[in-house]
Each structure stands twice: as C-alpha cells, then as structure tokens.
C-alpha cells in the first residue's frame, strides 16, 4: 500500500455517531458516503474465526440476546464463543439508559444488526465496487488479560490468513495499543504498514515516556530521548496513531523527520478537526466522518469519492 501523502479520511468503527459501530450498515455508510479508510476492530472466537469488534467480547452497551435484553456485564469474551453463538446477538441499538447512548444520541438504531465477520466487510467493500478504501485494523488485544483473547501468535496468524485470502494485503494497516501484535506483523508480512496507537492521558493510559508498559512490547522511550516517534521508529513502525489530546505541531514535525505519517484519533469535533490539520497530522479519524468531510473540503483537501451500496 502506497503511504503517500495524501490526507487520510477514516471512519472510525465506521462513523459510530451515525450508525451502530462496527457493523455492516456503519460500514456501508460510511462507503456511500466516502472515506479512504475503514477503521475497525478485530477479536477471535473460540472456532477461530475473526470477528469486528472493539470489545475483546460482547458488550453489555450493544449485545442483546434472542429474548431482546443486553448481556450482563462484562459480557462474555469472544475466545470463549464459537461464532454461530456470537450470531445470536443483535448490536443494533445502544442501551438507552448509557452513558454510550447519551454520548451518541443521533446514531441511527438498525434492528437486527449482527456482528460481522472480517470476511463479510471485505465481501461489502468488494460488492461496493470501490477499488481505493483502505482496512486500518486494529487488533483488540490486552496484554493484562491474556484469558480474554488468543495469545499474539494466533491472533496475527488468523488475522493475516483472512487478509490474505480476501486479497487485500495491500490495503490494510494493522494497528494496535498491544505493540506485541505489531511486532508479530512486521516479521510475517513486512509488506502491511504497521499503525501505533499510543495514549498518555485518561485513567488508562498505555504508553509514558520515561518507561516501558505492558503494551509496548519491551520498547523504552526513556532509551529513545523521551520520544514516542523516536521509540515507534526505532520498533519499526510506519504510522503513529496518538490520541488527538497527547499532539503537538512540534510532535507532528518530529514524526515527519523520521518519515512516519501521524494518524490521530478520535476526533469528532470541527474546531478539533482543523486544529489538527493545521498542524500538519496526516490522517484524522473520526466517529463523524460527515462532519469532517466538511472540515477536510474547507481545508481545501480533495474528499474520497463514495460508492453508494447496501448492507
């Protein structure tokens, strides 16, 4: 995959402020619509199939079983499902009474709406005619729960088979707060651009800079200057993917010299929008990729053609 220098415009989980996230009726959306990327997550069931998820399994906020109520928390993880079980789930409506809910209140319910397979959004892309999108997958992984997914090996192995039976190597990146997965990427198909999520602030930060995490897979980047561009170049990485919140215009440049492309997440606010693209990120993702289509074509910067199609 050509890591040019165009902006890249991604829907993240499929533009879950629009349409329930990660499922296919997000994904068609946000095709029609027009994005250069689909952003989305990956976990693996007991059966060994890849499934679109950003929880490492069913999701209390999302999962409702046959008799139409949500799953209890913390919902049972998808290592321990075979997938026709995670079929019997209908994610198509937010709990009302969440705090999900109340941070998305426009998203639009889809009744019926189950999670997809990995294959299934290959399949709507292919089906959709667009030749251009772009997969940024991320692994859902966490080293402090190694129960609640395959370990690192099995995990990239299956997600590499899928990708690679599919044909669409070159179009994926593969990215992941888990560094181990990365690494893993790298070795086995050193083709795939590999994306590091980092994040510094909130109450679960998963990368700081005068130490190695459980996440970074042994990388210090108090051995790299304090740098997280410099850790993640020297790691092998060919996008850096922070939260918006931890970036600098300085940060930008620095990554820029080192010839990495800066990916920021997740934005959904205009003001925010062209803040970053002021300061030189290459790539925003976002929960309202309409919004910042707007944001991107103000900005002068040529919008993604959409390629209308159904679920």
Do not use: C
């Not at 629009?18 to 029609?32: C, I, K, Q, R, V």
Request: charged share 25%; net charge negative; hydrophobic share 40%.
């Amino acid at each position: 995959m050509a890591l040019d220098s165009a902006f890249d415009l991604e829907a993240h989980r499929g533009g879950r402020a629009l349409l329930p996230e990660n499922t296919l009726p997000a994904f068609a959306n946000a095709l029609s619509m027009g994005v250069d990327t689909l952003e989305l997550d990956v976990g693996v069931t007991a059966d060994g199939e890849v499934v679109v998820s950003h929880e490492r399994g069913l999701n209390p906020d999302l999962a409702r079983d046959a008799a139409g109520g949500y799953v209890a928390a913390p919902g049972t993880p998808f290592v321990k499902l075979r997938l026709d079980e995670v079929r019997t789930y209908d994610v198509g409506q937010i709990r009302p009474d969440s705090p999900y809910a109340k941070q998305f209140p426009e998203q639009r319910a889809v009744e019926g709406t189950r999670i997809p397979t990995l294959k299934e959004v290959f399949a709507l892309v292919e089906k959709s005619g667009n030749t251009r999108v772009r997969f940024n997958i991320e692994t859902k992984i966490d080293p402090n729960h190694p129960d609640e997914s395959p370990d690192p090996q099995a995990f990239v192995a299956r997600l590499l088979g899928v990708i690679d039976a599919a044909g669409f190597s070159d179009r994926v990146m593969i990215q992941s707060f888990d560094w181990r997965t990365l690494l893993l990427v790298q070795k086995q198909a050193p083709k795939l651009p590999t994306v590091y999520l980092t994040l510094q602030r909130g109450s679960a930060p998963t990368n700081a800079l005068d130490r190695a995490t459980d996440w970074t897979a042994g990388f210090n980047p108090a051995d790299h200057g304090g740098s997280l561009p410099r850790t993640i170049k020297a790691a092998g990485g060919a996008i850096w993917s922070p939260y918006f919140g931890d970036v600098t215009a300085a940060l930008v440049k620095e990554a820029h010299e080192l010839g990495l492309r800066v990916v920021v997440w997740t934005v959904n606010k205009a003001d925010d929008m062209a803040r970053m693209i002021e300061i030189g990120v290459d790539g925003i993702i976002s929960d309202r990729p309409d919004l910042l289509r707007q944001v991107a074509g103000d900005k002068g910067i040529a919008l993604p053609a959409g390629t209308p199609v159904s679920p």
